[in-house]
């Protein structure tokens, strides 16, 4: 059976246009799926995450974010062993597959446990203590961090298919930028 592979993008799916490429097990050399050939419009997917995804990130505060990594990694656990028969398509033992798919969804619930642990219940995150910053205390500062009114565009190896690219959404996310 082939799958057909689909992108989330600009909030639709797009699945693979005419210019599809075949993608063959490694164990069996049968087609198991197409992907590509599809039309993404970059600019399109930008817009929209600058737009509506970063709005509705923005909106949550880090706890609200933190809240929705660790349901994405518990509903992730549940179906493991889909993404291990994914996985030994392309030659991988279990050994090999399990740094990679178990331990992406663990990084995402490291990520959500210090988002909720050590991020204040708000959108605005103080870093450290107000500092002086003239002779006579008249002047002083203090770093904040609040999210980036933009978008995080991520490149993988392909490799580590789940876990390089949770390492990198997780921390995005929690940080109230869309990837």
Aim: glycine fraction near 14%; hydrophobic fraction near 45%.
């Amino acid at each position: 059976m082939t799958m057909m592979l689909q992108s989330f993008a600009a909030g639709n799916w797009v699945g693979p246009g005419d210019g599809a490429r075949a993608i063959h097990s490694a164990v069996t050399g049968e087609e198991i799926a197409r992907a590509g050939g599809g039309p993404l419009d970059l600019d399109a997917m930008l817009s929209h995450a600058r737009g509506t995804g970063g709005t509705a990130l923005r909106a949550m505060g880090f706890h609200d974010r933190a809240r929705i990594l660790k349901e994405l990694a518990l509903y992730l656990m549940e179906r493991k062993e889909d993404l291990y028969a994914l996985s030994t398509m392309t030659g991988a033992t279990r050994a090999d597959s399990w740094v990679d798919i178990e331990g992406g969804i663990g990084t995402v619930l490291a990520i959500a446990s210090k988002g909720r642990r050590e991020m204040p219940d708000g959108q605005v995150y103080l870093d450290g203590a107000p500092e002086m910053l003239s002779k006579t205390g008249t002047f002083q500062g203090q770093h904040i961090c609040t999210p980036l009114l933009g978008a995080a565009i991520q490149i993988n190896a392909f490799n580590f298919p789940v876990w390089g690219m949770l390492e990198k959404f997780a921390p995005a996310f929690l940080a109230g930028v869309p990837s």
